[in-house]
């Protein structure tokens, strides 16, 4: 039994919408200010950013339609490279790129539901850690569930949450254009000095600007996780991948005008809670308060599409027994690979009673960023090896759009190094210690063929 292909262009750009918008967004703005002393320069590092999610999707656009199959970059390694990348971006995948942030994003959705409920209250059912990790625990069995009876269902579902998600996004550029003091606009050319009085313009700092803006970015390339249940893959992915990528684009540099032109640089520099101070200053106390509502409402579509997309890379995976066979079934009466889903999500849970799925998610960010790096160079490489090879989409002003994807990664992966070395190697070293279990899961596979 294969999934089918019953999901359309629509469903599809609302997936990447729903998994890059999240947290970041609304929390790293602030950050990037306050290295960069400068609110022109943090509004071209998201330009930037934009950048090179659109070139990253024109990529991918060629490399789905070639290989039109779930799995995302599993698939395009296990092709260009062979199995073991492949299976390391699994690896990855399995305990970091999907099962920490569905945790961590659960948790936060919760954190801002008790915010909401309970105002500025220091107590409360929902302030209370414990309360906090049930309610998240019963937000991602909703999904699960959710996910396993059918995909049209979920999908559906999912669409409903984006386009909500969509829709108070727009609501605060509106509102937040509509009311800000545009007479004081010289606060997006002002230069504010750093927090220790001075301006730091070095590479490395703005690599580390540039590096927070990308986790923002990061989710450009859901669809491709899907594409085996996209219709028309050939023509539909590329008009997934970029309308996706340019929509949130857009979203994304109108949200950071009004933020930046909310407030006085001094006031947002180095401040996580951006959105909330801004929504505060242009909309009131009260505003405020349902601005947390909101904030729920856009990770509840985040939590959802994690888990939607998430286990077709280990469904994949285990297709080609780089996992266990189970992982491929799908159930007899929906359709989904449940129990791919069902191990996702209890990995999830698992990471929210330990507490630790902020922790890994911030020491795995730099592994997430490898694989599609490897992906892209792998798509030069195949017009080399096979310049035959049939490809109904092909990258606009090639080889160009490939090098300025692979060059800003690389610049950022450096930044990553420099300023966050500990979590770097540690991140490094969890993709180097999946190569002993890939040869040792091949050595179990060979073994079971051997003995029948």
Same mark, same amino acid.
């Given at each position: ?21 999240? /947290? ?5 703005? $602030? ?29 991918? *656009?060629?490399?789905? /339609? ?36 569905? *945790? ?22 929902? +302030? ?47 509102? $937040? ?15 504010? %000095? &750093? ?31 899907? *594409?085996?249940?996209?219709?028309? %893959? ?51 106390? /009260? ?72 922790? +890994? ?5 730099? &592994? ?9 160079? $792998? ?7 096979? @310049?035959?090879? &049939?490809?109904?989409?092909?990258? @606009?002003?090639? @080889?160009?759009? %490939?090098?300025?994807?692979?060059? +800003? ?44």
């Amino acid at each position: 039994m294969e999934l089918k292909r019953q999901l359309g262009v629509f469903t599809g750009i609302l997936i990447i919408v729903a998994d890059m918008i999240g /947290t970041g967004i609304f929390m790293n703005t $602030g950050a990037i200010l306050g290295i960069t002393g400068n609110a022109m320069i943090v509004l071209g590092l998201w330009v930037l950013g934009g950048i090179a999610a659109i070139a990253g999707s024109l990529c991918y *656009a060629e490399l789905a /339609t070639m290989w039109p199959d779930v799995g995302g970059e599993y698939t395009y390694l296990k092709k260009t490279f062979g199995f073991l990348p492949a299976f390391l971006t699994g690896w990855v995948s399995l305990f970091a790129g999907f099962s920490a942030p569905v *945790a961590a994003t659960a948790l936060l959705l919760v954190q801002y539901l008790g915010k909401f409920v309970h105002g500025s209250a220091e107590t409360g059912m929902l +302030l209370t850690p414990w309360n906090q990790k049930i309610a998240a625990i019963a937000i991602i069995l909703f999904f699960t569930a959710l996910h396993i009876v059918g995909v049209k269902r979920g999908s559906f579902f999912q669409n409903f949450l984006t386009v909500l998600k969509i829709a108070l996004v727009v609501s605060i550029i509106a509102f $937040g254009l509509g009311m800000a003091e545009w007479d004081r606009a010289d606060r997006l050319i002002a230069e504010y %000095p &750093a927090k220790d009085g001075s301006m730091t313009f070095s590479l490395p700092m703005m690599g580390l600007g540039f590096l927070l803006v990308m986790f923002a970015f990061s989710g450009w390339n859901g669809a491709t996780y899907i *594409a085996g249940e996209i219709k028309s %893959p050939e023509r539909n992915l590329p008009r997934i991948l970029l309308g996706g990528t340019l929509i949130t684009l857009v979203l994304y540099l109108l949200l950071n005008v009004v933020f930046l032109i909310s407030s006085p640089g001094r006031e947002i520099m180095g401040k996580e809670a951006i959105g909330a101070i801004a929504t505060q200053n242009l909309f009131g106390e /009260t505003a405020s308060a349902y601005f947390s509502l909101g904030i729920a409402v856009v990770l509840l579509s985040a939590v959802s599409v994690q888990t939607m997309i998430g286990p077709r890379v280990y469904y994949a995976m285990a297709k080609d027994n780089m996992m266990f066979k189970s992982l491929s079934r799908l159930h007899p009466r929906y359709e989904t690979p449940w129990i791919a889903i069902l191990i996702q999500s209890a990995l999830a849970i698992f990471f929210v009673i330990a507490g630790t799925a902020t922790t +890994l998610g911030y020491y795995m960010g730099f &592994a997430l960023n490898i694989f599609p790096v490897l992906a892209v160079i $792998g798509l030069m490489y195949m017009r080399f090896k096979e @310049p035959g090879l &049939a490809r109904p989409f092909r990258v @606009p002003l090639y @080889p160009l759009t %490939p090098i300025i994807y692979i060059l +800003l990664i690389v610049t950022m992966m450096a930044a990553a190094l420099v300023n966050w070395t500990t979590t770097s190697l540690f991140a490094i070293g969890i993709v180097v210690a999946g190569i002993p279990v890939f040869y040792l899961w091949r050595w179990v596979v060979e073994r079971k063929k051997a003995n029948g």
